[in-house]
């Protein structure tokens, strides 16, 4: 993609490509276990609220991380922004819940393809909210990858419907949660922002899960710890694929959540998404793409005074 990312010959060129392939393998596996999570979530969600599911999986996430929490330094648990990480955290909470609430009503591979538009709402955000200056070239890819949308969800087409607009709805709280996210990260540590993010998401989605509760039963249970695991885990295998290498390598890799989510679901549902889904996300893919690519050359690499980067990865769960 040019010298910003080329891997050079030499010692320090195997030792990048290592670190390159080892990110695309934590990458490919993290797009697994989130779509075989989201298929869980789709068939659970058969008998169970999928809101009262987005609850026990910000349970279940936040009992895993406990430990780590505890390892920490208590003073970074405190924010230097407090109202905008419950800002964010009520975002990120209506962002789970519709996104569980569009695995219910769409088809997972439909779903997937659809949440890809993250990036590109997350990049208008960063112009219109932040200030960012964003160039011709990455609103031509915002413009091509709406379009890219307009394929999968084809107006008057069957799919359209209300899971649509709850889909994209969770695609807009994402964004948003992540914008807040790079704000944040400009005073608070990771640590700080993982400790909110679990005790506030465990909290506003409790509220709404009354409202739908039903008691689990043994089965039911079992399979929710399971869908907050693998969410859990998912999201520590994407941590340490953007840690190994960068973004611009793996990004793509987030492509096959729709290989995996058409493929289990497929043979779980017997749901394979049609012609146009493949067209729209492969478009939709080839712009945030490309938006990545531009984003990483925004700044050097080894500018350590820059502004945290637009989050340009982002994986809804």
């Known amino acids: 993609m040019g010298e910003e990312t080329a891997i050079p010959d030499g010692p320090k ?8 392939l080892k990110g695309i393998a934590w990458m490919a596996l993290a797009g697994l ?18 809101i009262e599911i987005a609850f026990f999986r910000n349970v279940v996430g936040f009992i895993m991380l406990v430990p780590f ?59 219109l909210v932040l200030g960012e200056k964003v160039g011709i070239r990455r609103w031509t890819a915002i413009i091509v990858g709406f379009i890219g949308t307009l394929i999968i969800v084809r107006p008057g087409s069957g799919i359209f419907g209300p899971g649509v607009f709850v889909a994209l709805a969770s695609t807009v709280f ?47 249970l079992g399979w929710l710890i399971v869908i907050g695991v693998m969410a859990t885990l998912g999201h520590l295998c994407m941590a340490t694929a953007l840690r190994t290498t960068d973004a611009t390598i793996v990004a793509p890799v987030d492509y ?13 549902f017997g749901e394979f998404p049609d ?30 005074t820059r502004e945290p980067r637009t989050p340009t990865t982002t994986v809804e769960s």
């Not at 060129?13 to 390159?20: E, F, I, P, S």
């Not at 492969?282 to 984003?295: A, P, Q, W």
Request: proline share 4%.
């Open 13 to 20: 060129g195997l030792t990048a490509r290592k670190a390159a």
């Open 33 to 50: 276990l989130i779509s075989l999570m989201h298929i869980l979530v789709r068939d659970v969600s058969k008998t169970v609220h999928p």
């Open 69 to 127: 929490l505890l390892r920490q330094d208590r003073s970074q648990w405190k924010s230097k922004q407090p109202k905008l990480q419950l800002i964010r955290s009520i975002i990120g909470a209506c962002a789970l819940m519709s996104w569980f609430t569009c695995l219910s009503m769409l088809p997972v591979a439909d779903a997937t393809a659809i949440s890809f538009v993250t990036v590109l709402f997350i990049t208008i955000g960063a112009s």
């Open 174 to 220: 994402w964004a948003s949660a992540l914008l807040c996210v790079k704000v944040l990260a400009r005073t608070d540590s990771s640590v700080t922002m993982v400790f909110y993010a679990n005790v506030y998401f465990t909290l506003f989605s409790f509220i709404p899960a009354l409202i739908f509760w039903s008691w689990p039963t043994i089965e039911e």
């Open 256 to 268: 096959t959540r729709l290989l995996w989510a058409a493929g289990v679901g497929y043979l779980v």
């Open 275 to 304: 012609i146009w889904t493949w067209v729209g996300g492969t478009v939709i893919f080839l712009s945030t793409v490309y938006i990545t690519y531009r984003e990483s050359r925004r700044k050097p690499p080894g500018d350590l």
